[in-house]
């Protein structure tokens, strides 16, 4: 009997820390500018333009970037992973698939960059096995 309830509590245990990894997955997404700087801003936290949580327009032509500067360009996008797990990483530009990586191990963080990100919405969905665990979009729009 005490052998049974010891098993029952160390399943209960790993079933525990596998919601715990799940819960702590983090995804952030940052423009690369031209000149090769980074904003700062996350583009997934809850209001990255810091006024009306506005959409960002066609950044390669510079109408609206995070950081709010003048006549700076971009067309890369880098999307951080922030997790303790052994996950699949889906990134799409619109409808084509822009990174698929299946089985990705992260310690700590994980950084992907993604090409040509103008005038499409960017989705990022994070798996484990069958499982979503994450899903977030940027939405990039054209602009006139």
């Known amino acids: 009997?005490?052998?049974?309830?010891?098993?029952?509590?160390?399943?209960?245990?790993?079933?525990s820390v596998?919601?715990?990894?799940?819960?702590?997955?983090k995804i952030e997404a940052y423009v690369v500018y031209d000149n090769g700087k980074e904003s700062k801003k996350n583009l997934l936290s809850n209001n990255p333009m810091e006024i009306d949580n506005a959409m960002?327009?066609?950044?390669d032509a510079g109408q609206t970037n995070p950081d709010d500067l003048e006549g700076v360009t971009s067309t890369k996008l880098k999307?951080?992973?922030?997790?303790?797990?052994?996950?699949d990483i889906v990134i799409k530009k619109g409808k084509k698939t822009a990174i698929d990586k299946k089985g990705q191990?992260?310690?700590?963080?994980?950084?992907?960059?993604?090409?040509?990100?103008?005038?499409v919405p960017?989705?990022?969905t994070v798996?484990?096995?069958?499982?979503?665990?994450?899903?977030?979009t940027i939405d990039f729009q054209c602009g006139e």
């Open 1 to 15: 009997m005490k052998a049974l309830v010891t098993l029952f509590l160390l399943i209960v245990s790993m079933l």
């Open 18 to 25: 596998e919601k715990v990894h799940s819960q702590s997955l």
């Open 56 to 59: 960002l327009y066609n950044i």
């Open 79 to 87: 999307v951080v992973i922030r997790t303790q797990d052994v996950v």
């Open 105 to 119: 191990s992260i310690s700590g963080v994980g950084t992907f960059y993604v090409d040509d990100i103008v005038c």
């Open 122 to 124: 960017v989705g990022i």
């Open 127 to 136: 798996k484990k096995g069958n499982k979503v665990i994450g899903k977030k």
